[in-house]
């Protein structure tokens, strides 16, 4: 009896490529699918976010969350500008003003409702005066951490309407010796 070993391996191996080729493009589709809708990594653009967040740092980003939840004073937030910046890029910046409160920013501090924040990681006090002003329905004031140089609500003359959040930022994942996990680390005095 003759065993035909070319046919043999050349069926192994077929079948061997089709499931390969089965199992790359059903984790190419999953990733797509979760880059999409459920958790993607962004690189940091800019030190409006200093010191939390350094210049190139990566953040991984949790798209899904605020369908099931509002977002919370101190969340850092991926976002698009809004619509009169006329801008494409997205900004990183934190939750400050939740809709319905009044927010003012004298005296080095921000002040919600006539309470002023405690804000630990930020590298010094306010330079500037803003507001007060009353955050609109379905509206957020968000702030860079830098607030000193930083280009967010206080400066845009207009306000963050909810549906702009792309996700929350919740962890920095490189370089690997800055990897943590993030804390909204925001409270009243």
Do not use: C
Request: glycine residues 6%; charged residues 30%.
């Amino acid at each position: 009896m003759e065993v035909d070993f070319k046919h043999i391996m050349s069926n192994e191996f077929k079948g061997f490529i089709k499931e390969l080729l089965s199992i790359v493009i059903t984790a190419f589709i999953l990733a797509m699918i979760l880059r999409t809708f459920v958790i993607e990594g962004r690189e940091i653009p800019s030190g409006s976010m200093l010191p939390t967040l350094q210049i190139d740092d990566r953040v991984m980003v949790n798209k899904f969350i605020y369908y099931f939840k509002e977002p919370v004073r101190g969340d850092v937030v991926i976002l698009d500008p809004p619509e009169v910046l006329n801008s494409d890029k997205y900004f990183i910046k934190r939750v400050i003003g939740l809709p319905g409160e009044t927010v003012e920013m004298r005296d080095g501090k921000v002040f919600i409702n006539d309470r002023p924040l405690k804000e630990p990681y930020l590298p010094e006090a306010l330079n500037y005066r803003f507001g007060p002003v009353v955050v609109p329905d379905d509206s957020l004031l968000v702030l860079g951490d830098n607030r000193n140089n930083s280009f967010d609500s206080h400066l845009w003359n207009a306000w963050l309407k909810r549906d702009r959040i792309k996700g929350k930022a919740f962890m920095i994942y490189w370089p690997l010796n800055n990897m943590e996990l993030m804390e909204r680390e925001v409270s009243f005095e």
